[in-house]
């Protein structure tokens, strides 16, 4: 603080005293201050001190192009220029969003429909939930209303999202989850399969656990299941081989719809465009956000197949307008770093890098297996994981979780290394322009951090 005036008067002391933080402890925040990062370049920023870090998280898993792409800036200046801001409300609409729409279309997965846009991966599953919901009252099913997810699922933290997500921290303390959300069994096979079960019976005890549930509550009432093909903050979970073609079975059976949730893996994270496309999921709707716009400006987008479109649009002269949408629903701005962002991963065939680099990612990410405090290493494409165990033999956890994992946390900004701990399961999320020989240099940086650890 300043001696003449007690207000703060450095940068860190401002941030305490004035901003609160999200996923931040706020007496540990008063103790220890923020991280200032000032600028970034290609798969590093910078502190205010200038020391550099080599971002292995693409910042929350989402700055797929890094942190200087000149041609994002360009296109948002010309829209800017152009037409700063537009609605898409009562049948108007700036062009962007057109074309970023048809752009979607063209890249999605299965054949979708319509697109919807939002401003982050909360609001496009908020969005989900709402058009389940009003879907199912247009076609005359106002019983099916049910939304399966996981636990261990992350779908944000709007208050319907957050309810979807599966994890303490966004339920306890906030009364949440809200009605008509239910999570069933994580597909987590070195976690949670039992001695002896191979992964495919693992999967179909999964299945029968979503089949229960399903049955306990009657299947008139279940309308969708909502699942990221990999979860991402729940400790980057990659389901066993045949786990979503069991599940879809299922969900077959029952009519109800498939969610997925591309907001991580969208855009070539798992070495294909949509994280559909490794896992052969089939969805019904898509939410996306993240690496849509490397992040450079907020956007999120939901696709809906024909079948929910056609559903809604029949019915509209019975229910009128779509009641719902943001001021910033297809900004121009946004959507139109968007479509830019789209275009360099098409000119760049960065999907297709990403399942190259990623390959060289996971193989050196084995040589930590053998680690006295890893338990289990995994991943694919360009997402991955370490969990550090207490003891390898049972795969007990440390006590408390997470403690273990906020201290490598530490030793790997010291190294110049930003990664992320969910608990003690260690992620890692670089930016799709990584090089292999950046890999190396940021598997270095994670070795240091965790021999400092042992
Ligand atoms: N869905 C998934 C899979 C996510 O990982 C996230 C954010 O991490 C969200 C939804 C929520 O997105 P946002 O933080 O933009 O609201």
Not at 197 to 208: I, V
Not at 265 to 293: H, Q, W, Y
Not at 395 to 403: E, H, L, M, Q, T
Request: charged share 20%; hydrophobic share 40%; net charge negative.
């Amino acid at each position: 603080k300043s001696a003449s005036s007690g207000v703060p008067n450095s940068m860190a002391g401002r941030d305490v005293a004035y901003c609160l933080h999200p996923y931040t402890n706020a007496r540990a925040h008063e103790e220890k201050g923020p991280l200032i990062i000032t600028h970034g370049k290609g798969i590093n920023v910078f502190d205010d001190q200038g020391k550099s870090y080599i971002e292995a998280m693409a910042g929350l898993w989402s700055t797929s192009l890094g942190f200087g792409e000149d041609r994002l800036i360009k296109a948002a200046n010309k829209q800017m220029k152009e037409l700063p801001y537009y609605h898409s409300f009562t049948h108007k609409t700036p062009i962007p969003p057109i074309e970023l729409s048809e752009k979607l279309l063209s890249m999605a997965p299965v054949p979708m429909s319509k697109v919807f846009f939002a401003n982050s991966g909360s609001e496009a599953n908020d969005t989900v939930v709402k058009l389940v919901w009003y879907y199912n009252n247009a076609i005359g099913r106002p019983n099916k209303k049910k939304i399966i997810s996981r636990m261990k699922g992350y779908h944000g933290v709007t208050v319907a999202s957050a309810s979807m997500t599966g994890l303490p921290a966004n339920h306890t303390d906030f009364d949440l989850p809200i009605a008509n959300i239910l999570h069933t069994s994580c597909p987590h096979y070195w976690r949670f399969g039992k001695d002896g079960e191979s992964e495919e019976d693992f999967s179909t005890r999964m299945a029968n656990d979503l089949e229960k549930m399903i049955l306990d509550e009657g299947p008139e009432t279940i309308a969708a299941f909502i699942g990221e093909p990999v979860m991402g903050a729940g400790g980057v979970i990659v389901p066993p081989k045949d786990y979503w073609e069991k599940i879809q079975i299922v969900l077959k059976k029952y009519d109800i719809l498939l969610i997925a949730d591309e907001v991580i893996c969208g855009f070539g994270r798992t070495g294909n465009t949509f994280g559909c496309e490794t896992f052969g999921m089939k969805p019904d709707i898509i939410s996306v956000a993240k690496a849509l716009s490397s992040s450079y400006l907020p956007i999120s987008a939901v696709m809906i197949s024909d079948e929910l479109y056609q559903g809604i649009a029949d019915n509209s002269a019975k229910i009128g307008v779509l009641g719902h949408g943001y001021t910033y629903s297809g900004h121009p701005v946004c959507a139109a770093v968007a479509l830019e962002t789209l275009k360099i991963y098409e000119e760049r065939n960065l999907f297709d890098q990403a399942a190259k680099v990623g390959e060289h990612l996971q193989a050196g990410l084995a040589q930590f297996k053998d680690h006295p405090l890893v338990g289990e290493v995994r991943g694919v494409g360009l997402i991955a994981a370490v969990e550090l165990v207490q003891d390898k033999k049972t795969k007990a956890s440390f006590d408390p979780v997470g403690k273990v994992g906020t201290y490598l946390n530490e030793r790997a900004i010291e190294e110049g290394l930003i990664i992320r701990n969910m608990g003690d399961s260690i992620a890692f999320c670089p930016p799709l322009i990584i090089t292999e020989d950046q890999i190396d240099q940021m598997l270095d940086r994670f070795k240091t951090a965790l021999d400092k650890t042992l």
